[in-house]
């Protein structure tokens, strides 16, 4: 049974940074590309960022380029995102999912219901 642990949360003022990571468990991580997703309070579910299977390629949405990163450690079956110079509007419930193709790297092809239960990011001063 695939299993998606998110954590890192937090509340941190504009400007700030966190590290979220996510605990991925009951499938052969280091095969899949892996994605970050959020959801922010009366929002449909927003695309992050991907990262391939072995970690070479990235992708960002255009509104977080140059201040997140994506990244992972296969040995760890664990996906991070660094999340830098937020800004109120990054203020969501951020959660990973696991890609559906195997071995094959296809942008933003997550499966939503693989996302575990998320974490929250609140951005305040």
């Known amino acids: 049974e695939v299993q998606l642990v998110e954590s890192g949360g937090g509340l941190v003022q504009p400007g700030g940074s966190l590290r979220l990571s996510c605990a991925a468990s009951?499938?052969?991580?280091?095969?899949?590309?892996m994605s970050w997703v959020r959801q922010a309070p009366g929002k449909g579910l927003e695309w992050v960022s991907d990262?391939?299977?072995?970690?070479?390629?990235?992708y960002y949405l255009d509104s977080v380029k140059g201040r997140f990163t994506i990244s992972r450690d296969n040995a760890k079956n664990t996906l991070y995102l660094q999340l830098n110079s937020l800004k109120t509007e990054d203020t969501a419930m951020y959660y990973c999912?696991?890609?559906?193709?195997?071995?094959?790297?296809?942008?933003?092809?997550?499966?939503?219901?693989?996302r575990g239960q998320g974490t929250q990011v609140t951005v305040s001063s």
């Open positions: 009951g499938f052969f991580f280091s095969s899949y590309a």
């Open positions: 990262i391939d299977s072995g970690g070479g390629i990235t």
């Open positions: 999912a696991k890609h559906r193709v195997q071995f094959t790297y296809y942008r933003r092809n997550y499966d939503p219901v693989s």
